[in-house]
């Protein structure tokens, strides 16, 4: 198994001589099996390479695709209606989220195409679209992949996924807050709001679900948007630092931590300095920290 | 009149070596006058960067005022809306103003866009900064602060958005994009009264000449449709703007190289970061 990052940013793409090196376009990642099976993480903004690299290589053929989002912001979503394999009839697009039954994930996708946003609706779009509702905890199958939905803290929910085959696993936990100071709920936060001893309760055991999920994963991919003295300013905005991932990743027993969905404002060079530094920490800690740059592919499982 | 371009990019932004020159992102352009009077039409990623920008003056104390012109509600031209820091910074007067898409209004589209599902700002109401959101009628004129806008529908594939004439300090600056016309040698009559006799003329170009053929009804146009409107209504400079995610650095060098060659008037392409004197 290995994953290609085809989006690495968080919040929106930030074209430019700053992110030429690291990349800026936003969260996507592409997780292949041995046999070739594939299943996408997130439709942002690296969706468009990602679709036009499919329709290069699969010589137009009809084909199905399964994509998994961890929620709907639009970073994660921005990408699907540039997705060309979309346009191709015979195309079948499997979609999962945990949006909520309320609300409904088909409305909420076909919201983001609506005639005010997009040119296309998407009951005009060739592929045909299906919509699956994931839960946390509850496991299901992709071809070979086992997959794991699991719990996040984000404003309006979230949710990561393990994906094991080939005899090895990954995670992708994006977006999420760490489990301490805030809860994210349904409502604004324009700051942090006192904790109820029931939200300390809820975040002690989100984080052990994590913990536990994430157990001997070889390889996770992790929202670590913010350097520390950022996440200081802007706690309640539902984003890690390398070092909360770092301390799951390290109580879990993962081998490699990859950190993810990068700021908008952290040029090529701050990427640079957070990458050595934290491959230090990494290392310390008794894990491998690499930090994910548009365009990269990862070998999933422990080195021969 | 000062023009600042922030972002260029059609559609979707794009990242990387081969779109440094012209710039990835997507629409965004400001005006100021000789007083410092300011102007803004539309919100793609090119505002995160105007935002930089006002955040060091009186915009990063709440102290800013600002009128920004939307065309239309393609996400391309407001996904920078979330991201505009200005907006965050109480005591900022900040109004937009646009026509109403069909079937919606200006302000419920805006909030869709920011509905509690799509971001983390969960509503207009959450934004900080004092913001009015003003539905306008295409053909009725404008005052706001020191620039005089003239506003027309024009046709972008199966919608309409709204053209600009903008004149400030005794200069015309005609802003035409996105827009399609039936015949890319029939600008509609609105486009050329628009941009009569404008000493700049910025138009929607996405498309090189050889291109427009598969792409016709895509709601853009061909560089020939930017020359039709420019040469009917005897702007005096013209402008290629709204450049496809597909065209790299070196391929908008051509359509500008080939452009250049029998142009009665001078033609760029538009590039980020760019400033033009009037
Ligand atoms: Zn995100
Ligand atoms: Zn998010
Ligand atoms: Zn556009």
Known sequence: MDITFWGVRGSYPVPGAATVRYGGQTSCVEVRADSGARVILDAGTGLRALGQRISRTGGGVPARHHILLSHVHWDHIQGLPFFEPAYVPGTQIAVYSSVAAADELRPVIAGITRHEFFPMPLESVPA?????????????????????????????????????????????????APFTEVLHKRHFLNGLEPLTNEDRATLGQLRADLVRSLRDCDTVVYDTHFLPHEYEKFPHYGHSTPDHGLEICAESG???????????????????????????????????????REGMVLAVGAPA | MRLRFWGVRGSFAMCGRNFLRYGGNTPCVELLTRDGERLVIDLGTGATELAKHLMKTEFGKGKGRLNILLSHTH??????????????????????????????????????????????????????????????????????????????????????????????????????????????????????????????????????????????????????????????????????YHHSPDATDAMIDAVVADAQKDSPIPVFAAAEGTYLEL
């Open chain 2, 75 to 240: 996400l391309d031209h407001i996904q920078g809306l979330p991201f505009f820091a200005p907006f965050f910074i109480p005591g900022n007067r900040i109004r937009i103003l646009g026509a109403d898409p069909a079937g919606s209004t200006l302000e419920a589209t805006l909030q869709n866009q920011l509905a509690p599902c799509y971001s983390p700002l969960e509503g207009l109401e959450n934004l900080n900064a004092y913001v009015t959101i003003d539905s306008i009628v295409p053909g009725t004129t404008l005052e706001l602060d020191g620039f005089h806008v003239q506003t027309a529908a024009v046709p972008h594939g199966n919608m309409w958005t709204t053209a600009f004439r903008i004149t400030a300090d005794d200069h015309v600056v005609t802003f035409l994009s996105d827009v399609e016309y039936a015949q890319p040698d029939q600008p509609s009559p609105e486009a050329i009264a628009l941009a009569q006799g404008a000493d700049l003329l910025i138009h929607d170009a996405m498309h090189a000449d050889h291109e427009y053929g598969h792409r016709r009804g895509w709601g853009h146009s061909p560089v020939a449709a930017a020359f039709a409107v420019a040469r009917a209504a005897g702007a005096k400079r013209l402008i290629l």
């Open chain 1, 128 to 176: 045909q679209f299906e919509f699956h509702e994931v839960e946390p905890g509850l496991g299901f199958t992709i071809d070979e992949f086992q997959v794991m939905p699991i719990a996040l803290n984000h404003p309006f929910g979230a949710v990561g996924y393990r994906i094991t085959a080939d005899g090895s696993s990954v995670a992708y936990i994006a977006d999420t």
């Open chain 1, 254 to 292: 993962v081998r490699c931590l990859v950190l993810y969905h990068h700021a908008p404002s952290h040029d090529d060079d701050m990427m640079d300095d957070l990458a050595a530094d934290y491959r230090q920490k990494g290392a310390a800690a008794g894990v491998d920290i690499v930090t994910a």
